[in-house]
């Protein structure tokens, strides 16, 4: 069951003011269900911990009504339930009661039944109403934030916001400013009216965006409650409904937004719906801002002025640092080094022995596991053969019946049955001997010293395989090698068979000498880059414990450079490109 952390300020009020007052009653609790999810919607009073909450709401029945049982010998009094369920909402309430006498306990009950529909209908509003707010941040929200990047100023986003405002809400006018210290001032209203000169109804809607900078949330105001400063801007404005909504950029506020309706009945957004819309304004905001920053123009001005510097009075610096420049440039190119790239790789058996079902059956024992060293003569996998040992001993026992038989016939010289008897003799041999051949192959032992690389006949044992099903792999020691993705980038930089080393995370201690085979033109993506695949061999299989699939890097000589080349190569790289696409 979820819980509602504020929960429905106004629902709470309608649970207190129908059940709140019956007299007996000490703690009420309401859950609200939909779609097969609970969440609590209000309660007051003592609620006690109830263990089988969770129980109660899956057997949940609209139609049990109420239920009344001894809240235990810790505490004297009642506990009692009641569920209802209205067009789209089911209700699930929970009330706890002092220890009343019976008579008494059926008078509250009856109290509780007669007004429980009235806290049904208010759970239906608040179902209602979230919906409704999910819809309106679907019909602003999205809208809204993809625009935002597109718009090259603030004017042309309060325009935007404008319009989604009004397609959504209806409202009469929409005016959105910008707030500059603490202070809003107008930038658009609708209609695309002139806003830039002082006037009357410009100072009205400015005073009304002010309270909702003070209060630092959305404020929804009636003209025949509000104060008489905001109520006589409302009037200014022909308004009688208005909603103040401030839009924050981080945590300062940089603008707010204020939507008036002259029907008293318009339908306004309440408190979370309007928080909701100030927060997709203020991503808006966000995203404008980093889509057209403004920045630049300080970067500009940051970057003549350093130009201004340069070569101005202080060129002499800037010489001087430009002869240190080169001189380690030179430096650098007169200085050879040998560039060792690093590669991701990993051990991988480019030679397997498949160990593959040998008939349909079951299988009965899988000693070996993944990463097992096996000797020769080890057992791998041996399939149930007792039905096979049950028909051995039937096919032997009617061989010996069909012999009989034989030396019977051909007593009485009847060639007719003989020949038939030969005929079955003949079959029963034959499949003698394929099920004799089938229970040879039941047990398969390993020929020679291997690793386990792969297979789940260990997860396998009891269950039914097929003829020809995969159960497990080996690989002999020696067939291990690594593969290693070579960048593209570096595919002609490495030299045929280039000695290379390998560290693998298993053992960081442990650097592995190996020689480059050859790189396939197998590719991979690696990293967001095109990779090719590479073969790598052991100088001398090492004394470790090594097994498929173990990753590492392995790093490859490459040809010898200088100190400029190691490390200006992807920028010399980049620049032949650029300038080849030029020509």
């Known amino acids: 069951m979820e819980s509602e952390a504020q929960g429905s300020v106004e629902f709470a009020k309608v649970l207190s003011a129908h059940l709140g007052k019956i007299r007996g009653i000490v703690g009420c609790q309401a859950i609200g269900g939909q779609d097969g999810r609970w969440k609590e919607l209000a309660r007051f009073g003592r609620v006690p911990a109830n263990d089988r909450i969770e129980a109660e709401l899956a057997a949940f029945d609209p139609l049990a009504g109420g239920a009344v049982r001894p809240t235990g010998a810790d505490r004297a009094g009642w506990y009692a339930t009641y569920s209802c369920a209205g067009p789209t909402v089911q209700l699930y309430v929970v009330i706890l009661l002092d220890p009343l006498a019976p008579a008494e306990l059926q008078t509250v009950l009856a109290q509780v039944e007669q007004r429980i529909g009235w806290v049904l209908v208010e759970a239906e509003r608040v179902y209602a109403r979230s919906a409704g707010n999910s819809a309106l941040s679907v019909e602003i929200g999205a809208a809204v934030l993809i625009e935002a990047a597109e718009a090259p100023s603030r004017t042309v986003l309060a325009d935007q916001w404008i319009a989604r405002l009004e397609r959504a809400l209806g409202p009469e006018l929409v005016g959105i400013t910008w707030v500059d210290d603490h202070k809003p001032r107008l930038s658009a209203i609708s209609g695309g009216g002139i806003v830039q000169q002082p006037s009357t109804n410009r100072s009205a809607i400015e005073t009304l965006a002010s309270l909702a900078v003070e209060q630092r949330s959305a ?35 940089r603008s707010a ?73 030179i430096l650098a190119a007169l200085t050879p080094t040998t560039h060792r790239p690093a590669f991701n790789a990993r051990i991988e058996a480019r030679d397997r022995l498949v160990i593959a079902a040998p008939f349909d059956g079951f299988l009965s024992e899988a000693p070996v596991q993944l990463g097992d060293q096996v000797t020769p003569g080890k057992l791998l996998i041996r399939m149930e053969d007792s039905d096979l040992r049950l028909e051995v001993s039937r096919l032997a026992a009617e061989r010996a019946q069909l012999q009989s038989a034989a030396q019977n016939a051909r007593a009485l010289r009847d060639m007719a049955e003989t020949r038939n008897l030969d005929a079955k003799l003949r079959q029963n041999a034959v499949e003698s001997a394929l099920v004799e051949d089938q229970l040879a192959r039941a047990t398969v032992s390993a020929d020679r010293a291997a690793l386990v690389v792969s297979g789940d006949a260990p997860k396998r044992i009891g269950g039914r395989v097929r003829l020809g099903d995969t159960l497990l792999e080996l690989a002999t020691k020696d067939s291990l090698a690594t593969q290693a993705l070579i960048d593209e980038d570096w595919v002609a930089d490495l030299p045929e068979h280039a000695t290379a080393t390998l560290l693998l995370a298993a053992w960081p201690d442990r650097p592995i000498p190996m020689h480059l085979t050859r790189i396939t033109s197998e590719t991979e993506q690696s990293d967001g880059a095109n990779a090719f695949i590479a073969w790598l061999d052991f100088d001398q299989v090492p004394d470790l414990a090594l097994m498929d699939g173990m990753r590492g890097i392995v790093r490859v000589d490459a040809k010898p450079a200088s100190v400029l080349q190691r490390f200006g190569r992807g920028i010399g790289r980049w620049a032949s490109r650029t300038l080849w696409r030029w020509e």
């Not at 409650?225 to 981080?250: D, H, K």
């Open 219 to 253: 404020v929804s105001l009636d003209a025949s409650t509000a104060t008489s400063r905001m109520a006589e801007a409302m009037a200014q404005l022909q308004a009688t409904r208005a909603l103040c909504v401030p839009i924050y950029e981080g945590d300062a506020c």
């Open 257 to 329: 937004a204020v939507m008036l309706w002259a029907d008293p009945a318009a339908r306004v957004p309440d408190q979370p719906a309007a928080d909701m819309i100030g927060k997709v304004l203020g991503e808006a905001l966000t995203i404008q801002a980093r889509s057209h920053p403004s920045v630049l123009w300080r970067v500009r001005n940051w970057l003549v002025g350093f130009l201004q510097t340069v070569f101005g009075r202080r060129a002499l610096k800037l010489k001087i640092a430009a002869l240190g420049v080169a001189g380690a440039m």
